[in-house]
């Protein structure tokens, strides 16, 4: 609901730059996240010529970014771990002795894997002790809210509303029981029966995302799909693609259920059912954002009595955020979730 605009408008308020020196570092856990900053980033600070943004990650050639650095010398610089440690903790060419903001966004993802945090680590110990730390998610247990507390130094938390009643306003939520093999018939149904400015459908693996996909394609829907295995630069000519309404149906992994904005973005299937109750919010939270109307439908397998665990992670849904989810009615109509 807005993260990203607090740190961005909060770093270009306080920001004076001077030429060659970096003022700011902002980390994220993936490339279309460290993209989109960037972006908002130079939107935000069209008026603001002197103040030069720049971002990093992987999958483009380390000698291009320490070119890109050499040539532009940024004030500010956004980027996912490994590859802001590559250039400031290795080759050194990024230098932070004169850092005085450093902020982590979806933070919880960025300190939940040890890897990701150890890296992280490494790039906090590399800036001044004496500096503005600010870190952002949606969704943070009190054991991760810790974690995030050994980065300040009696840091003011601020709870923006009420945790366990995150749940976006405009948003419209089903759910449907089937069978594995039904799934794809019934998403071909929906989509038929359905209008919509744009879809994004979550699948639980890289494998899944791509065969869903060329399914999709078999039937003639407009889709596109994105997943971490591409390469770098389709990653983003696919993300562009989608965020410039250049393709409807977006089927993705949950790369893509944090922290990005589409906001074209009306219905957001749940093909695989997310393991976490945390992970579902920002997944649903995809569409009927800032305020307008949305439709999230999720797609619960639950025949074998060994395997109840779409319908348990259900009921965890409802009990973590306090909202009833029905089950999907024959007819929604289109006001409901069209603005």
Do not use: W
């Amino acid at each position: 609901m807005g993260k990203t605009a607090v740190f961005v408008l909060s770093i270009l308020h306080q920001i004076d730059p001077e030429e060659g020196v970096l003022d700011s570092i902002v980390v994220c856990h993936t490339r279309e996240l460290a993209f989109q900053i960037c972006q908002e980033f130079n939107r935000m600070a069209k008026y603001l010529p002197a103040v030069k943004v720049n971002v990093f990650f992987g999958g483009i050639p380390l000698e291009t970014h320490k070119t890109l650095i050499l040539a532009e010398r940024p004030n500010i610089v956004v980027g996912t771990p490994g590859r802001l440690k590559d250039l400031i903790c290795r080759s050194k060419i990024l230098n932070t002795d004169k850092v005085k903001r450093f902020v982590m966004d979806e933070c919880d993802q960025l300190l939940e894997s040890p890897e990701m945090r150890a890296q992280v680590q490494d790039i906090f110990k590399a800036t001044p002790h004496e500096k503005q730390v600010m870190l952002y998610s949606a969704t943070l247990s009190e054991a991760m809210r810790k974690t995030c507390r050994k980065f300040t130094n009696g840091g003011h938390e601020v709870l923006v509303d009420n945790e366990a009643k995150l749940t976006l306003h405009g948003l419209h939520q089903y759910y449907v029981v089937l069978e594995e093999q039904q799934k794809s018939r019934k998403l071909h149904d929906l989509l038929k029966k359905l209008e919509y400015n744009q879809v994004i459908i979550f699948t639980k693996d890289t494998k899944r995302c791509r065969a869903l996909n060329s399914l999709l394609e078999e039937h003639n829907f407009p889709t596109i799909c994105t997943y971490g295995g591409l390469d770098q630069t389709t990653r983003l000519e696919r993300y562009n693609k989608f965020k410039e309404f250049k393709s409807r149906i977006l089927v993705c992994t949950d790369m893509c259920a944090r922290g990005v904005d589409f906001e074209r973005v009306n219905i957001v299937i749940n093909y695989d059912m997310t393991d976490k109750a945390d992970t579902y919010l920002h997944r649903v939270g995809r569409s009927g954002r800032f305020g307008t109307k949305g439709l999230a439908i999720s797609f619960l397998v639950t025949s074998d009595p060994k395997n109840q665990q779409d319908i348990n992670v259900l009921e965890a849904i409802q009990g973590r955020f306090e909202v009833n989810i029905p089950v999907l009615p024959d007819e929604i109509t289109k006001d409901s979730y069209m603005n």
